[in-house]
């Protein structure tokens, strides 16, 4: 079995070093729009709704990408995110008046300032995260990518391991508004070193795209904006990967913007005891995402997102199982709750490996930022239809939303076959013969195999 982190020795310097920023920052995003901002949310009596409208701010700013583009070209990778990390950080600062403004103007005070404070620093952070993947398709050999994003994963998880454990910890110390924003200072805190580790990253620098005296023009004119998205709008198999992603991570999204909310809401869970379910989750994550970005690296990332799109619809499909006060509950919720995590970050770094693949070393930026703006819209209007449905329908709210990740995640799971192969890796096998719906426990055997395979079996064919 693959150990945790192996790959890290693999990687060169200058991934590595954009790896510790990637893990400081997470850090600031768990404590600052992580699950707790939900818990957080219905702690002060948010509707439904309105958590469905918060948690699609991060996704649905990131439309504004699409502007961005002569903006990275401009400043460069480097000293956009440098200035949008330093700022994202600094807008957040009046979510602590929100007890202050919950006395003066009552409940719907602290839900407005919540609200503004989030869409700040989500707005801010679109602006600057146009330089993420440029930057990082820059430091990353493509031999590695696998290497890396499964690295990155793995480590991610680990942070929001340590991070379930200590939100809950002080959570259980003070489960009031008080302990949620001692949480979220903790997020703001770890922002700010992550601009300083930023400054050690090699690379980033302007990108030669267009001249910088071009770069005022390009910013308003609509014309040169066109120009930079040519290329994309000009390759049918990215955008054919970029569609279907879409529909799968939008299947994938409705589960997961209404689980933490079911486990509150009906099953009655405390805040320590959601958080508690979520460590082990990014637990399961970080002992086999390894073997996910070996199977992409070996088969091409289209067999590994039909496998794990099928195993998450799966587990949509028993979530309305949970009941409150049944005997199977307390083991259900904890396999569901992993499950589904594993799938979920295991789908998006497939995916995200997926595109880079595809991306050309030319006009790189317009291909990233398309993928941003089709998975920001994937992952921002499921949130927000969830919440006015489980506003509106309640219990039977939750289980709708379950039905659809289910039944969506199935139609994605079969459309994904119509993706032609990466190059140089080998073509899908019959959609029977992938999930043999016939031998369920040699299915679920293939599963367990490719969770626990070691590097050489990567390279050996499937035994099942």
């Known amino acids: ?25 997470v850090i600031s995003w768990q404590c600052i729009v992580g699950q707790v901002m939900i818990l957080m949310a219905r702690s002060i009596e948010m509707p439904p709704s309105w958590v469905g409208l918060l948690i699609a701010f991060m996704p649905l700013s990131m439309l504004l990408v699409a502007g961005t583009v002569p903006l990275v070209e401009w400043l ?3 000293r956009i995110l440098t200035l949008g990390w330093l700022f994202r950080n600094l807008i957040t600062l009046p979510v602590f008046a929100i007890p202050w403004a919950m006395v003066a103007w009552g409940r719907e005070g602290g839900w407005l ?3 503004l404070a989030t869409l700040g620093f989500c707005v801010v952070r679109a602006l600057a995260v146009g330089g993420w993947f440029p930057w990082l398709h820059e430091v990353i050999p493509p031999t590695q990518q ?7 994963t793995e480590l991610t998880q680990i942070v929001n391991i340590l991070m379930a454990v200590a939100t809950a910890i002080i959570l259980n110390i003070s489960d009031t508004l008080a302990g949620f924003l001692g949480v979220y200072g903790i997020g703001i805190g770890a922002g700010l070193i992550s601009v300083i580790a930023i400054q050690f990253i090699p690379g980033g620098h302007r990108l030669p795209s267009r001249p910088p005296s071009a770069i005022p023009t390009a910013i308003s004119s609509e014309q040169n904006r066109k120009t930079s998205y040519e290329s994309v709008m000009e390759d049918p198999t990215f955008l054919r990967f970029v569609r279907l992603s879409i529909i799968s991570m939008a299947a994938l999204m409705w589960q997961a913007s209404a689980s933490i909310m079911y486990l509150r809401d009906i099953l009655g ?8 379910l979520t460590g082990a989750g990014s637990l399961g994550v970080a002992l086999v995402i390894g073997a996910w970005g070996r199977r992409a690296d070996h088969r091409g990332s289209n067999q590994p997102m039909i496998e794990l799109q099928l195993g998450h619809a799966l587990c949509a499909l028993l979530w309305p199982a949970l009941l409150p006060d049944r005997g199977w509950t307390e083991i259900l919720a904890l396999v569901l709750m992993v499950g589904s995590t ?3 970050a295991a789908f998006q770094m497939v995916a995200a490996r997926g595109m880079l693949c595809r991306v050309p070393t030319e006009g790189k930026v317009g291909y990233t930022n398309i993928w941003i703006i089709g998975s920001s819209l994937a992952m921002g209007i499921p949130p927000i239809l969830a919440g006015m449905v489980i506003n509106h329908w309640g219990l039977a709210g939750f289980r709708l939303c379950f039905l659809i990740s289910g039944i969506g995640g199935l139609a994605a799971g079969v459309a994904l076959f119509r993706l032609p192969p990466e190059k140089g890796k080998p073509t899908l096998p ?27 079996e990567a390279h050996k064919k499937d035994p099942l």
Do not use: C
Request: hydrophobic residues 45%; without cysteine; charged residues 15%.
């Open 146 to 152: 696998g290497d890396y994003f499964a690295t990155e």
């Open 113 to 115: 300032l919540l609200l």
């Open 269 to 276: 869970y405390s805040n320590t005891h959601i958080m508690m």
């Open 1 to 25: 079995m693959r150990t945790p982190l192996s790959g890290l020795g693999r990687l060169p310097n200058a991934s590595r070093r954009f790896l510790f920023f990637s893990t400081i920052n």
């Open 430 to 456: 019959h959609l029977m013969e992938l999930i043999r719906p016939s031998q369920p426990l040699r299915a679920l055997a293939r599963i367990v195999w490719m969770n626990n395979e070691s590097p050489k």
């Open 342 to 344: 594993i799938f979920l």
């Open 76 to 78: 460069g990778p480097r």
